[in-house]
């Protein structure tokens, strides 16, 4: 999956429970961010500066949260665990492995097996800024942007895993309401809960559950056999597929959807409805890709 800084991802098979998200992959939070759940998953945890967790975060892997951040319940990893300056965890911390914070990090209480490393990395970062001063001094910019950019390369390298979930800088996500700046990719086979206010587009997968609202600031699309319980309101186009029920009203500028979906509400289109089949839609598909080369003219006939 390709990763984007401005998309909400949640992978496929997640689960809204009554109190925590269960998924599985890295886990991203970035930064400035309300996060009014607690978060269960396989992978890597990974918050950023000033986001505050209101759940408990439980993980087999590593655990990093960076400066001035607020998790209000219990971390528990089964590896390491890394606290950056000023970070306050009001729960109870338990790590497998080694623990390693900040001098300024505030702790509840814990618990670790491994090595407990209490550090002050500010001489670290002024030796870096020191050093890069120096290769400006020299008239080695060039030197000094290939080392950022390495960093970046590595640091980029090192977060994101084949399936993670990622939330998007200055988001709210609790379990009534979610306001992303930015836009939002749900995978199939998921149990959503919440009303959702998107600032972008919205693309929601197959068999999932939605409970709640959708609000878009430009296009949602639906997939088939989709439950959401819920308004579905957008500035652009909704695209609702087949065998997907809306226990709610549609309101957009313009409304495509297969015949057998159901709608429960009203539908307020602007530029008009647009019933269509699935037979129609593949050779829209095929003219489509035929036209920009990627397909022969048999293709297109089949």
Known sequence: MVFDRKILVIPDNVKYEEHNIVTKG?????????FG???????RVFVGEKTKIKGNIVTPEDIRIDMWSEVFGDLKSDK????????KVKGKLSVGRDL???????????????????????????????????LMRQGRSQEVE???????????????????????????????KASIKGHCRVGDNCRILGNYSVSGFVKIGNKTKFHGSIEAGRDVDIGSSTDIVGSVTSKGKVTIEENTHIFGNVKAKTVEMLKSVIIDGMIKAQDGVNFTS???RDIKVKVDRFERGLDDFDAVLD
């Open 100 to 134: 390693d914070l900040a001098d300024s990090a505030e702790i509840e209480k814990f618990e670790a097996k491994g090595w407990i490393n209490v550090r002050s990395p500010i001489s670290f970062i002024i030796y870096i800024y020191l050093y890069l001063l120096e």
């Open 278 to 280: 699935q037979e129609s």
């Open 80 to 87: 390491n665990v890394f606290l950056a300056e000023k970070v």
């Open 37 to 43: 759940l607690g978060l269960i998953t396989d992978g």
């Open 146 to 176: 290939m080392i950022l950019n390495e960093l970046d390369e590595e640091n980029e390298e090192f977060i994101i895993s084949e399936v993670f979930t990622f939330v998007p800088n200055d988001s709210e996500i609790t379990l009534q």
């Open 26 to 34: 890295d886990f991203i939070i970035g930064d400035r961010t309300n």
